[in-house]
C-alpha cells in the first residue's frame, strides 16, 4: 500500500504565482533563512544510538571485517536515513569494524531500521560463521511519543541444531555441556541419535520405528526426553520409548495422548508409560497435562487429560503454550480455525492476532518470568517468531522478530522448558534451529 507523502512546493511555481514585490524580497530572505535556522535546530541527533548499536554489535562480532547491509523498514524519509546510514558506519567503523564484500566472509549483520507507535527501533541481526544468529537493538524516542520505554527489552537468539535434506519431524537435545553435545533427529521411519566430536556431528545409533498403518501425508511427530529413561516418541497412532544399555526403542499402537508441557516445566511426569512417577504442583509449575492427536491428521482433537478447570475439551488446535498464574494456569491453543483460544479454566476468550499456527511458552530469568514465543501468520516463503508477554490477556511483543530461511512447520518447547527447537523447510532440505531468551538488548 502507498504511504501518503507531503511534497515541499517548488520555489520557482511559488515565486511565478506569488510575484512579491522587490520591497520584500529581503524580507522574504530572512525569513527563509530563520525557517532554515529553526528546521536545523529541530533536526533528530541520531549519533547517540548509532553509537550505542554500534557497540552492542562488536560486543558480539569483535573487530574486523565483516558485510554490513542496512536497511530502512521505517517512515524515516531519505534523508534521515543517508544520516543515519553515514552515521552507522561511521560508529561501527570507529569500534574496529571494518566493511567487506558478501563473499569474503562468513558472517554478515544486517541492521533494519524499524519502529512501533512509541519508538524507531533499530535492529542488528547478527550472523556468525557458526551459524548461530545474534540480534541486538536500541530504540530511540519518537517526537511526540508517549514515554520513552522500550517496547523490547529482550532478544531471541537463534542457534543452528541441524541439517538435512530428508524430511524432520523433531530433534532434540539428550546432552549439553554446555552447548549441545548429543541429539535425537526424528524422521518419519527412525530416529537417529549424533553425538558432536571434534566440532563435528557423528551419528552413534539409528533406531528404527514400527507401525502398522501408513503415516498421513502432513506427519508430526515429537521426541520427548523423560526422567526415568532417555525418551519417548510419539506420532500419530504410536508411541515408542528407547531404554536400555545399550539402547534400544519399543513401539506400540496407542491413542494415548501427547504431553503439551516439557518435563522441566512440571514437577512430575508426563509420560504415559507405567512407572513414569507421581505428578505434583507448586508455584510457578504447570501441571502436567496432554492432548490426544488425530490419527490421520495433523492436529489435537482438543480432548485433554487431564482437562483445563471445567474444561476437559477445547477447539481442534495445532500448538498450545501454558503460563502459570498464582491460581490457576492460562492455556493459549493456536486452534485450526484460526483463531487463538486463551482458556484460564473457567472462560475461553477468542482473538485474532494475526499470529500463525506454532506457539511455545518458556520459563526464563528474563522479563515476566514466562515468555510465549508465536509464529507469524504471513503467508510467505520466510517464517518468523517474536517473543511475547501477557500481564494479562493482552500480548505485549517483548522481542524483535527472528527470520528463518523457509517456511516454520513445527516449534515445541524442548525438554528443559527454557528453549524452543524450530523445524523449518528450506529450499532442499530441512533445518532445526533452537531459540533462546537473552535478557539485554
Known amino acids: 500500500m502507498r504511504r501518503a507523502v507531503y511534497n515541499l512546493a517548488i520555489p520557482d511555481m511559488l515565486n511565478r504565482a506569488l510575484r512579491p ?9 530572512l525569513l527563509w533563512v530563520v525557517l532554515s535556522l529553526a528546521m536545523a535546530a529541530r533536526a533528530a541527533d541520531w549519533s547517540i544510538p548509532e553509537q550505542q548499536l554500534a557497540r552492542k554489535i562488536v560486543a558480539v562480532t569483535g573487530a574486523g571485517a565483516v558485510p554490513v547491509t542496512i536497511e530502512n523498514r521505517s517512515s524515516l524519509g531519505r534523508r534521515d536515513y543517508d544520516v543515519i546510514q553515514n552515521g552507522l558506519r561511521a560508529a561501527l567503523e570507529g569500534v574496529g569494524i571494518h566493511f567487506a564484500a558478501a563473499d569474503q566472509a562468513g558472517s554478515g549483520i544486517t541492521i533494519s531500521l524499524s519502529e512501533n507507535p512509541a519508538s524507531y527501533v533499530w535492529i542488528a541481526e547478527i550472523r556468525k560463521a557458526t551459524g548461530e544468529t545474534v540480534v541486538v537493538m536500541v530504540s530511540v524516542a519518537r517526537p511526540g511519543a508517549a514515554g520513552t520505554r522500550d517496547a523490547v527489552p ?3 537468539r537463534k542457534i543452528s541444531l541441524w541439517t538435512q535434506s530428508d524430511p524432520v519431524l523433531d530433534v532434540a537435545v539428550l546432552e549439553e ?10 524422521e518419519a521411519e527412525r530416529v537417529v541419535l549424533y553425538r558432536l566430536q571434534n566440532s563435528r556431528w557423528t551419528q552413534e545409533q539409528a533406531l528404527g520405528i514400527v507401525h502398522v498403518r501408513a503415516w498421513p501425508r502432513d506427519l ?6 523423560a526422567r526415568d529413561h532417555p525418551f519417548d516418541v510419539y506420532l500419530p497412532g504410536v ?4 531404554a536400555g544399555s545399550p539402547l534400544s526403542m519399543s513401539c506400540r499402537e496407542s491413542d494415548d495422548p501427547w504431553p503439551l508441557v516439557a518435563v522441566g516445566m512440571t514437577a512430575g511426569n508426563a509420560s504415559v508409560f507405567p512407572g513414569a512417577g507421581a505428578v505434583t504442583s507448586g508455584p510457578g509449575v504447570i501441571p502436567p497435562t496432554a492432548a490426544f492427536f488425530a490419527p490421520t491428521r495433523n492436529f489435537f482433537t482438543g480432548v485433554l487429560a487431564p482437562g483445563a478447570g471445567k474444561f476437559s475439551t477445547v477447539p481442534k488446535f495445532y500448538s498450545a503454550a501454558a503460563l ?11 486452534a485450526t480455525d484460526h483463531q487463538l483460544h486463551l482458556i484460564d479454566g473457567t472462560t475461553d476468550t477468542t482473538a485474532r492476532l494475526g499470529w500463525g499456527s506454532e506457539v511455545a511458552s518458556v520459563r526464563t530469568s528474563c522479563g515476566a518470568g514466562w515468555q510465549v514465543l508465536a509464529t507469524s501468520g504471513v503467508d510467505q516463503a520466510e517464517d518468523s517468531v517474536r ?7 493482552e500480548p505485549v511483543a517483548v522481542s524483535a ?11 515445541w518447547t524442548d525438554g528443559k522448558g527454557d528453549t524452543t527447537v524450530v523445524l523449518v523447510r528450506e529450499t532442499g532440505g530441512y533445518e532445526a534451529f533452537r531459540l533462546a531468551m537473552s535478557c539485554t538488548q
Open 21 to 29: 514585490a522587490p520591497a520584500f524580497r529581503n524580507a522574504g530572505r
Open 154 to 156: 529482550l532478544s531471541l
Open 177 to 186: 555441556n554446555p552447548a549441545p553435545a548429543q541429539i535425537a533427529v526424528l
Open 220 to 225: 508430526r511427530g515429537r521426541v520427548i526426553p
Open 239 to 242: 508411541i515408542c520409548r528407547a
Open 324 to 334: 502459570p498464574r498464582d491460581k490457576y494456569t492460562l492455556w493459549l491453543f493456536a
Open 387 to 393: 517473543a511475547y508477554e501477557f500481564p494479562d490477556r
Open 401 to 411: 522478530a527472528v527470520d528463518f530461511p523457509g517456511s516454520i512447520t513445527a516449534m
